[in-house]
């Protein structure tokens, strides 16, 4: 079984201030993990996922994200908040045979002028 | 080229009644989904097939039934409508692999009244 748990349903920044969205998994399994974006009236969009590869995972528009085994987190950061990062992000996970990606509930970033 | 396409973008209709939201991709993917989004945001996966079969069928009334003509195509069509079948509903296709991203249409907004 696999979840992904979004702390925090609504999150406020200036703009040019540090992005935190918070995401931690679970997983019985060595998961697969990703953040997407949705802007409004719109599907959504990868911005990075974790593989295995390397812990610290760079996407697109200056996002990136830390996987922490130890912590089962995977937080999305960006240094300096965009006007245009205004969105809905999800975490989401992936683990296990068929393809079932399990999405958590979702953060709503505010971008403050 | 719109790489996951559905149609309609909007459907409004009344209870009782049955329709069909229609769903092409031409990435070549191997596998399509549907997830439903309800007014909170939150997304839950409904069906998953894979080169036409069905892998993934979650907790989802048989009114609900899914047809893959073809692995480009997943249509779902849905008897009886509900005043809670309102949501947004999202196809998607990935290659099926457990750490592939999921590609993402723009959506369907069905209203019940």
């Known amino acids: 079984a696999q979840s992904v748990t979004q702390l925090g349903s609504h999150v406020s920044v200036s703009e040019g201030a540090l992005v935190l969205l918070r995401c931690n998994y679970s997983?019985?399994?060595?998961?697969?993990l990703f953040w997407y974006v949705q802007y409004p009236n719109q599907g959504l969009q990868l911005l990075l996922k974790y593989t295995s590869a390397a812990t610290l995972v760079k996407g697109i528009n200056g996002f990136e994200a830390e996987f922490k085994k130890s912590e089962t987190s995977f937080h999305l950061t960006k240094p300096s908040a965009h006007m245009s990062d205004a969105a809905e992000y999800f975490c989401a996970v992936s683990a296990g045979g068929y393809q079932k990606v399990t999405f958590g509930t979702g953060t709503k970033l505010q971008v403050i002028p | 080229d719109t790489a996951v396409s559905q149609t309609p973008k909007y459907l409004v209709t009344q209870m009782g009644n049955d329709k069909s939201i229609k769903c092409e991709q031409n990435l070549g993917h191997d596998t399509m989904y549907w997830y439903k989004q309800d007014s909170k945001k939150f997304l839950k996966i409904m069906f998953s097939y894979n080169n036409k079969e069905l892998i993934i069928n979650e907790t989802v009334p048989n009114r609900f039934s899914p047809k893959s003509p073809d692995k480009a195509h997943l249509n779902l069509h849905i008897n009886s409508l509900e005043l809670g079948d309102s949501a947004v509903y999202f196809c998607a296709s990935s290659p099926g692999q457990v750490d592939s991203p999921l590609h993402f249409g723009n959506g369907t907004r069905l209203t019940v009244t």
């Open positions: 997983s019985s399994v060595p998961p697969y």
